[in-house]
């Protein structure tokens, strides 16, 4: 006497899977990198080196400042793409995040708000990057289980 067997034919099942997969994961992980973009934002602003306070100009002898400026014009951006670009939104804020005009020239010379400097978003990828990447390895893996 034979054993009846049963067998189904899954490959229709792995198709909805794998198309579920293909749209989920990449929205997760770009709901994750917008998360990312606005630490990443928040870090160049509060851990040092920081953004500069702002721009400020020599009149009538005297240093006054825009205040701020440069720090409240930090934005992020989510792309169609799915990734997320985050900047500051000021005609000179090259110039501070390089600590020199682009050609190399007008370097600056001296940061007045103490524990601002250069290269303040790149070194924040370079401090937290492992931090950055469990954050979204783990949002990915709470959005897929939901």
Do not use: C, W
């Not at 929205?27 to 920081?50: C, M």
């Not at 949002?139 to 939901?146: C, P």
Request: proline share 4%; glycine share 10%.
């Amino acid at each position: 006497m034979s054993e009846a067997m049963l067998t189904m034919d899954m490959r229709e099942v792995n198709e909805r899977i794998q198309a579920v997969i293909a749209k989920a994961i990449p929205e997760a992980a770009a709901d994750g990198l917008y998360e990312v973009g606005k630490q990443l934002l928040k870090d160049s602003i509060s851990v040092e080196p920081k953004v500069p306070v702002g721009h400020y100009r020599a009149k009538a002898g005297k240093r006054t400042g825009v205040g701020g400026a440069l720090k409240r014009s930090g934005k992020i951006e989510r792309q169609s793409d799915g990734s997320t670009i985050i900047g500051f939104d000021m005609p000179y804020a090259g110039y501070q995040h390089e600590g020199q005009a682009a050609d190399g020239s007008r370097v600056v010379q001296n940061y007045t708000e103490p524990g601002a400097g250069k290269e303040f978003i790149k070194k924040k990828i370079e401090m937290y990057l492992p931090v950055y990447m469990k954050f979204l390895a783990e949002f990915i893996e709470r959005k897929g289980s939901q």
